[in-house]
């Protein structure tokens, strides 16, 4: 009896190790499937197959913790799996849309750019890894991590894709139904759709600074690090509840400023963590 039990056990380890595992794949998988849709030219499918492997990035370590099953394998395969996804896939997706046919990118400028990219997510991949390995933990991450790179080109071609649609000659909406046009319409924000052409240009010089942000030292909000109070617990869940909505009524828009406000607030409180750093190294001098 002692060694059915033990066996049953064994079998339910191995249950619960292999299913973080399996949303690493799927997360490898969506971004093989970005891949495919970026070369075929549908840019808008490449896109949200990267959202999908956001969401396995995010659900396996959530698991893995929740289990209690981490391991060494489930790491360097999760590694393995961001580095397609919000390395290679974005990257691939970004040339195809914009630094192949940008006047200021063509030819090997944009393929350049392209490959500075993936790189730049490998190396603050490593270096993630390394300090994992030695048992370095930070309250916060140090430099811009690959899901939220990725996360703001993705929901840059989310947008475009939009103000593409609602730009379009009308010859291209005859077969349309007007009660999908109104929704479209309901599902944007004007104000940002307007802006969507300037950022297009402007889109090489974006995927330049988020590679040097991801292998700079700029401190971001690790979410996972962060202690709630109950206090605080019910004003974060009216925020997330309305979150929700907006992401539910403005979808593409909504992602866009979500991605892109986390990615410039590392850089905007640069100077604020500085003093910060700078006080606390004062006091533990006065206290010596």
């Known amino acids: 009896m002692r060694k059915i039990r033990f066996n049953h056990s064994l079998q339910r380890s191995k249950g619960v ?6 949303f690493t794949c799927g997360n490898m998988t969506f971004g093989f499937l970005s891949m495919q849709s970026s070369v075929d030219g549908h840019f808008t499918s490449a896109a949200w197959f990267i959202v999908c492997a956001i969401a396995c990035d995010i659900l396996d370590g959530r698991i893995a913790r929740l289990t209690k099953s981490t391991s060494e394998f489930g790491m360097q395969l999760d590694s393995f799996s961001d580095l397609v996804s919000f390395g290679v896939a974005p990257a691939i997706m970004m040339f195809e849309l914009v630094l192949k046919n940008h006047p200021l990118t063509k030819g090997k400028i944009g393929v350049a750019i392209a490959v500075l990219f993936m790189l ?93 942000l991801m292998v700079s030292n700029v401190q971001y909000i690790s979410f996972k690090k962060i202690h709630i109070s109950k206090p605080v617990a019910f004003q974060l869940l009216v925020l997330i509840i309305v979150l929700t909505i907006l992401v539910i009524v403005f979808p593409q828009n909504i992602f866009f400023i979500i991605f892109c406000a986390y990615a410039v607030s590392g850089i905007v409180m640069i100077v604020p963590n500085a003093i910060l750093k700078r006080r606390r190294g004062s006091v533990n001098e006065f206290k010596e």
């Not at 190790?17 to 399996?22: G, T």
């Not at 989310?158 to 000659?169: R, T, V």
């Open 120 to 212: 730049c997510s490998a190396l603050r991949l490593a270096k993630f890894n390394v300090q994992a390995a030695k048992g370095v933990v930070h309250a916060s991450f140090r430099g811009l991590p690959t899901p939220a790179s990725a996360g703001v080109i993705i929901s840059f071609v989310l947008s475009y894709d939009l103000w593409l649609s609602l730009n379009a000659p009308e010859y291209l909406f005859k077969n349309y139904n007007p009660a999908e046009l109104a929704t479209l319409n309901f599902k944007t924000i004007p104000i940002l759709l307007k802006a969507m052409p300037k950022f297009f240009t402007l889109m090489p010089v974006v995927m330049l600074v988020l590679s040097f």
């Open 17 to 22: 190790y292999i299913l973080p595992s399996l």
